[in-house]
C-alpha cells in the first residue's frame, strides 16, 4: 500500500510561483509511475504532468507546457511539481497519483493510489 501527502498549495497572485510536494510512505517509489492531476470547482479531475518511474520521461498536458516542470527524488520518495508563471486558470485542487508501472501513465483510472490533494489558488 502506498500513502501519498501533498503539500505546497496556498494562495498566489498571477504570474507567480509554487512548488508541491507528494511524500510517498509504505513503499519505495523506484516501480511506481506518478502524476499530478487537478481539479477545479465543478469539473473533473485531469492530468496536469506525468512521470515514468526513473524519471527520464514525462508528459505534459498542453495548458502547462513550458510553465510546470514535473520532477521526482527517489531516494526521498518524493513526487514535485514547479509552476510558474501561474494563470488564475490553473486554480483547482492538485492531487497527486502514483500506480505499480515502469511506463508513464496518462489516464486517470490507470492510477489506483492517490493523495488528500492541495489547494492552489491564483488570485488575478
Known amino acids: 500500500q502506498v500513502r501519498l501527502v501533498e503539500s505546497g498549495g496556498g494562495l498566489v497572485q498571477a504570474g507567480g510561483s509554487l512548488r508541491l510536494s507528494c511524500a510517498a510512505s509504505?513503499?519505495?517509489?523506484?516501480?511506481?509511475?506518478m502524476g499530478w492531476f487537478r481539479q477545479a470547482a465543478g469539473k473533473e479531475r485531469d492530468l496536469v504532468a506525468a512521470?515514468?518511474?526513473?524519471?527520464?520521461?514525462?508528459y505534459y498536458t498542453d495548458s502547462v507546457k513550458g510553465r510546470f516542470t514535473i520532477s521526482r527524488d527517489n531516494a526521498k520518495n518524493t513526487l514535485y511539481l514547479q509552476m510558474n508563471s501561474l494563470k488564475p486558470e490553473d486554480t483547482a485542487v492538485y492531487y497527486c497519483?502514483?500506480?505499480?508501472?515502469?511506463?508513464?501513465?496518462?489516464?486517470?483510472?490507470?492510477?489506483?493510489?492517490w493523495g488528500q490533494g492541495t489547494q492552489v489558488t491564483v488570485s488575478s
Open positions: 509504505g513503499r519505495t517509489l523506484s516501480s511506481y509511475a
Open positions: 497519483a502514483a500506480q505499480y508501472s515502469t511506463m508513464v501513465l496518462t489516464q486517470r483510472n490507470e492510477y489506483n493510489f
Open positions: 512521470i515514468n518511474w526513473i524519471g527520464g520521461s514525462t
